[in-house]
């Protein structure tokens, strides 16, 4: 599942894309520098967003919390539950990762594809919050998804994220597959993992 993701944009394009939706976003702990990452991974501290009952607000928090095992759980399966809006958070990013094991048995490194939103550089991955961390949220995967894995975390455009954050619709309604062609694919090749390829679906 995603273990690495990507954000590049800085705050005041997250402020504009929250102005558009007409969503006030506060900053508990003032405007933060966010620097622009092209690999966040599990246990990086990162920006979120959380409702706090009259406006969003950004925070940072840590990927993954412990499980009952040690291990950290930095994805959480969607389907069946239901999530307090105390606890749901939005993950800001403008791309996310999935790998899979490469054709040619001799390549030891797998293949790294980077998914994006076409016409959004901006969206959010639908998370909850707990121990002070966060979990990205997932779900079956939609088609453009299922060539790569067999789950998805699920992606919200602007348009979404407030029927997350303030549960105004059910869960069901707002955590589902991301439909054909909301999602564009490219292969990541190259040491530094920077230089997309494009490989058509």
């Known amino acids: 599942m995603c273990n690495d993701y990507r954000f590049r944009a800085p705050a005041e394009q997250l402020i504009d894309e929250f102005r558009q939706i007409r969503i006030p976003l506060v900053f508990p702990a003032g405007i933060p520098n966010i620097e622009p990452r092209d ?8 920006p979120v967003v959380r409702w706090n009952g009259e406006a969003a607000e950004l925070v940072q928090a840590p990927w993954a919390w412990a499980g009952p095992t040690g291990k950290p759980v930095f994805n959480f399966r969607s389907e069946g539950r239901r999530f307090a809006p105390a606890d749901r958070v939005l ?8 790998f899979t094991t490469p054709a040619d048995p001799k390549q030891k490194r797998k293949d790294k ?10 969206f959010a991955i639908a998370g909850v919050m707990k121990q002070g961390a966060f979990s990205m949220l997932t779900t079956a995967p939609g088609p453009d998804m299922s060539p790569y894995h067999d789950r998805q ?17 059910p869960e069901a309604e707002v955590l589902v597959p991301s439909p054909a062609g909301d999602l564009a694919v490219e292969a990541v090749v190259g040491p530094a993992g920077l230089e997309p390829a494009t490989r058509p679906l």
């Open 153 to 169: 975390v699920v992606v919200l455009k602007p348009d979404a994220w407030s029927a997350w954050l303030t549960a105004e619709r």
């Open 113 to 122: 594809w980077l998914f994006t939103v076409p016409g959004h550089p901006i």
């Open 91 to 98: 993950i800001p990013a403008d791309g996310f990762y999935e």
């Open 39 to 46: 690999d966040i991974r599990i246990r990086d501290t990162a």
